[in-house]
């Protein structure tokens, strides 16, 4: 039995009734303070990673200034080549910390790619050739002169604020021969006076949060320029995806010859001795009916024999379904023949053909162990686009327990997924529930 849900459900109906009542986050008494709030926050994580760079920044630079020194004075000898590699390792603990504080303020980078840790004592040199760490040691040296003066400037504009909007209690303990800008101006009364450092206070005030984001925002634009490597981003990602393909392409070739080989000592046989014994039914049909009836009976049980293990085989196949109707008859279909009640709720999300074909194995293989092993009362499978995903979502209310182990079937899935740059994740403790998800990237559209 499989109860089909509609595109738009109970819960969402709940969802798009609770925003009917409530006001516009801009109309609700709250949400002044709120954005208040939201700043304040933002002020806050902005001045810490300037602050935080410009500690590090300070460090690294002493660290780094002094172990290069050290390092090409006494290139001449091994030990400063190990000093070189020294500094390199301190600019990069430096970038690491800088890309963790960028992070916190909201500035995220691509991750940086290093050549894999080295064991041996002599091959820790290798490092003096790798372009990204010398590309960390400048980042030292630019990250110091930058760090320095977004540290000045933010410091400045964040005190002068509350400074001038104060200056009219402050002022009075000055020494009485102090001259401000006013009355250089020649505009010497204490209210010009006054007036003046109160609208330049209100002023910084106001603009600290844009100052301080801008200021992190430029850190982030040098970072990206100098931490972020992507030639060899990309050539990693290429020689991934290469590996990936290559499996993908043995592990399609271990299918076929597996399938061939089941489909040889499976339905083949029992399709040859179906022949036999219908045969043998014909000819004794006028002279031995009885015998030719149970000739006949065991046929039919050969049939159904078959049958079963060619259903079984075909697991491994896109159904005609997928292809001619797309994949929520398919998956429809596949929630129908299973003895659990199903809901499904799959949007039309453009997929091609290969991730339309992993989609519908992943849902397959979730729902035969849900068959199985789950001894789940109900289930669900939901797909919906969700940025340039597909996510697959099945659930159940079972046991738990589902593995990803290797040589398990949801193992397989793993793998059939990553053939298309997709992903799979299980939550299945003991006692249950089971969530299977599972992504995909959505088709490109041409525009």
Known sequence: MTSTRPSTDSR?????????????????????????TAIIRGVGRNLAAIVGMFAIALVAFVACTALFSVGVSLAIFVVGLFVLVGCLAVAGWSARLVRLLLGYAGVSLPPAHYPAPATGFWS?????????????????????????????????????????????????????????????????????????????????????????????????????GLLVNETSALREQVSVL?????AAGEA????????????????????????????AAQ????????????????????????????????????????AEQGLRAAVTALAARGSRPTSV????????????????FVVAEALANLEKHSRADSAAVDIHAMGALAVINVSDDGVGGASMAKGQGLAGLADRLAEVDGTLTVSSPVGGPTQLTATVPLAARNS
Not at 162 to 167: K, L, N, V
Not at 180 to 189: A, C, D, I, Q
Not at 304 to 310: D, R, T
């Open 12 to 36: 969402s109906t709940e969802v798009l009734d609770l925003y009917d009542v409530l006001p516009p986050a801009s109309a609700r008494p709250d949400a002044g303070a709120e954005n208040l």
């Open 124 to 224: 820790k040199l290798r490092r003096l050739a790798d372009g990204q760490s010398w590309r960390d040691l400048i980042f030292v040296l630019v990250n110091f002169v930058l760090s320095t003066a977004s540290f000045s400037i933010a410091i400045s504009w964040v005190v002068s604020g509350p400074a001038g909007i104060t200056y009219w209690f402050w002022s009075r303990f000055l020494p009485a021969d102090d001259h401000g800008l006013p009355e250089l101006l020649g505009f010497g009364s204490r209210f010009a006076d006054v007036a003046f450092h109160e609208i330049v206070g209100v002023i910084m005030l106001l603009t600290a949060p844009l100052v301080l984001h801008g200021l992190v925002r430029l850190h982030g634009v040098v970072a990206r």
């Open 252 to 279: 399609e070739a271990h299918t076929l010859r597996k399938l061939e080989r089941d489909l040889h000592d499976g339905p083949q046989q029992r399709l040859v001795r179906l022949g036999m014994d219908i045969s």
């Open 283 to 322: 000819r004794r049909l006028d002279g031995d009916p009885e015998q030719a009836r149970a000739l006949l009976d065991e046929a039919f049980v050969q049939s159904q024999e078959a049958l079963s293990e060619i259903r079984t085989l075909s697991r491994g196949i896109a159904p005609p379904i997928l």
């Open 242 to 246: 290469a590996s990936s393909r290559t």
């Open 345 to 360: 709720d799959v949007d039309d999300v453009p997929l091609t053909d290969a991730g339309q074909n992993a989609a519908y």
